[in-house]
């Protein structure tokens, strides 16, 4: 049972605009919700994360919008450069089990940069 | 830049033989996880570690896989006997939970195991 979803496997979009990129989870106690970005042969590194109190968070060219009553988060990376081209995993956890109990990731979104 | 460590890069091995993968947690970190991605279920979390005890280890195989910490700068995932269901790449990540952890889940580069 996949707690978090992200069901675009690969996205390409072109280089200048917006990528939006898709997740949706289904346990109501995910509190925490967190953006990982992930390059061949080297480990998932933190991107940004958001807190269930907000429901958008900025942080230069990314933006993540969280819409909790439909269980859904978007990120939002503008504009897309080629450097952006990697696997993005969307991951939740608890903040008030202080996260130290793992994240819950999706399975990932290939995101191909176009020039 | 500190970093977490994995050992080795890469492994194949025949399927039945012992596999031992390593990690080297941040100097600091006090938790420590064990991750499988596949193609098929992504990154699962197979165990994990807070100040070397376990304290969750239900994502694991228990008849083939234990996940150890001797001691603060070593944690290992043995599989003990290998199928070739168990090639996937391993990540090891650590992380301080007391100061908000989750922004400190630093991932290792994996080890990627095939078993023929």
């Known amino acids: 049972d996949q707690q978090v979803k992200q069901n675009s496997p690969s996205l390409s979009v072109q280089e200048g605009r917006i990528s939006i990129l898709n997740c949706d989870y289904t346990n109501s106690m995910f509190d925490y919700f967190l953006w990982y970005k992930k390059y061949p042969a080297e480990g998932p590194t933190f991107l940004i994360s958001?807190?269930?109190?907000?429901d958008k968070n900025e942080d230069g060219r990314f933006t993540v919008f969280l819409n909790k009553s439909a269980k859904h988060l978007s990120l939002h990376i503008v504009p897309s450069q080629p450097g952006d081209s990697a696997v993005y995993f969307c991951?939740?956890?608890?903040?008030?089990?202080?996260?130290?109990?793992?994240?819950?990731f999706g399975k990932g979104t290939h995101l191909i940069i176009q020039p | 830049d500190a970093r977490v460590t994995q050992t080795p890069r890469h492994k194949v091995t025949e399927m039945g033989q012992e596999v031992t993968m390593r990690c080297q947690p941040i100097l600091g970190h006090n938790t420590v996880f064990w991750y499988r991605q596949t193609m098929m279920q992504g990154l699962e979390l197979l165990a994990y570690?807070?100040?070397?005890?376990?304290?969750?280890d239900s994502g694991m195989p228990k008849d083939r896989f234990s996940a150890e910490m001797p001691d603060a700068t070593l944690a290992t995932l043995k599989i003990q006997p290998s199928e070739p269901r168990d090639s996937a790449v391993y990540f090891c990540?650590?992380?301080?939970?007391?100061?908000?952890?989750?922004?400190?889940?630093?991932f290792g580069s994996g080890t990627r195991l095939t078993v023929v």
């Open positions: 991951a939740a956890s608890s903040l008030t089990g202080g996260g130290a109990d793992g994240l819950t």
């Open positions: 958001i807190s269930s109190i907000k």
């Open positions: 990540a650590s992380g301080l939970v007391n100061t908000g952890a989750i922004y400190g889940y630093t």
């Open positions: 570690f807070r100040n070397r005890a376990p304290l969750d």
